[in-house]
């Protein structure tokens, strides 16, 4: 359905039941529009470069099937993403395996269904997919500098550039077919230049494959980038800083067959998303000097906001009451999510006075969110609400391409 704002889709969907259980549910708006935004600025930004994007952010089908329609790949960790890109009709070569440490029967899954293109960081994977896998085509992942970022993703996968030489010699003694190079500068990345030191690693490996035979055409990228304007660095920054290092490192007199690939999950599902809570207690708690008022509302860290794996609670200008906040008075309160505990703390702060059945608006919370959360307690939003506040019709330059 199009809205002019997520705002009035808001107040359209609070208005009625709408197919949740109770009017007072919480549920996610899903605005369409800000994906296809986000996916016509990324193939301004960077046209070496098709993203695919990592389902396991926001495993929203609507989302997933118009970036693929729009030409953007999938990358899946697991039988089931693999499941669901699959029976959304996606073909196989758009699909990237992500995942270094790979389940036996999803990797035999992967072979049956011929997603080929896979990662490996170790010499025990290398064996596990010349065992059950010798056809697969393989990218060697590498450590990348990703201590700034969100989630420090190198401290646990990749193979150091010095141990990426031996492998490289290993998958040629074992004709594996290595396609390329994988990094990761970690989620919620902080440090643009990490991605031209992996660049700069990742030519390394080219030029050390070549020698020993093995012909490499094929780069990924990874994730990290941002999904909010609010957040720095821009996404124009990290682009401005992958293009010069293509430029410098692969260009395209040298590697005019190079593919280059990316992982962007948090940079399509941050800002698509809005959850929509309800206070649904209020109680003063008058002698306390640090907070007069409590709320609770029914999402928190048990169902939408987990910090642990991606997903922050969210500053406070993505913040709103539908209603507005005009003539309310600011009380400082502390703000809980529902389930019985009192870890479930959203915030301590100055807030406008609400009252139970107030609607709050959390924007830009669709990464690690739904995809992570449980209903812990009976709690946490299950309906989905697909939306345009823009056009978001495919254009000719978004023509789906194959690997
Ligand atoms: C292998 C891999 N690719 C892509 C992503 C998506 O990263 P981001 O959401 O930072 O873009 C992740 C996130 O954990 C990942 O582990």
């Keep these: 359905m199009q809205f002019p704002t997520v705002e009035q889709a808001v107040e359209y969907f609070s208005s009625a039941k709408n197919g949740r259980r109770n009017i007072d549910d919480s549920f996610w708006i899903c605005d369409l529009g800000d994906a296809k935004k986000k996916l016509d600025m990324w193939n301004d930004l960077m046209p070496r470069v098709t993203p695919f994007f990592a389902i396991k952010s926001a495993p929203h089908r609507p989302l997933i099937k118009l970036l693929t329609d729009c030409g953007a790949g999938v990358d899946c960790a697991s039988q089931d993403e693999m499941d669901i890109v699959l029976d959304m009709g996606l073909s196989p070569d758009r699909i990237v395996y992500s995942n270094t440490s790979k389940q036996i029967s999803h990797l035999l899954h992967a072979k049956e269904l011929g997603v080929k293109l896979a990662t490996f960081d ?36 990749g193979a150091t550039i010095d141990d990426s030489f031996g492998l490289l010699d290993l998958a040629s003694d074992l004709a594996m077919n290595v396609m390329g190079v994988s990094f990761h500068v970690g989620s919620g990345c902080e440090n643009p ?183 812990f307690n009976g709690f946490g939003a299950t309906v989905f609400y697909d939306i345009a506040t823009s056009d978001i019709t495919p254009t000719r330059s978004d023509t789906p391409t194959s690997l």
């Excluded at 906040?325 to 529902?338: A, L, V």
């Design 193 to 375: 230049a990490a991605f031209t030191t992996a660049l700069s690693d990742a030519r390394r490996l080219f030029d050390y494959a070549a020698t020993i035979g093995l012909r490499l055409e094929t780069l990924d990228i990874g994730g990290g980038f941002h999904g909010t304007r609010n957040k720095s660095p821009s996404v124009e920054k990290f682009a401005s800083v992958i293009n010069e290092s293509l430029k410098g490192l692969f260009p395209t007199s040298e590697y005019p067959n190079l593919r280059v690939i990316s992982e962007p999950g948090r940079y399509f599902a941050t800002g698509t998303f809005s959850l929509v809570s309800t206070i649904i207690a209020k109680r003063n708690v008058s002698r306390n000097e640090d907070y007069s008022l409590i709320y609770t509302t029914n999402e928190g860290i048990c169902s939408s906001f987990m910090p642990v794996v991606g997903c922050p609670i969210p500053d406070i200008q993505d913040i709103s009451i539908l209603d507005g906040d005009s003539g309310r008075k600011y009380i400082k309160s502390r703000m809980y999510g529902p389930i019985c505990s009192n870890v479930d703390v959203l915030m301590t702060r100055l807030l406008p006075e609400m009252e139970v059945g107030d609607r709050i608006i959390w924007k830009n919370t669709g990464a690690y969110s739904f995809s992570c959360g449980g209903r």
């Design 122 to 157: 170790s010499r025990e994977e290398l064996e596990k997919m010349k065992e059950f896998f010798p056809e697969s085509e393989l990218l060697l992942r590498i450590k990348t500098d990703s201590k700034e970022s969100y989630s420090d993703l190198s401290e646990r996968f």
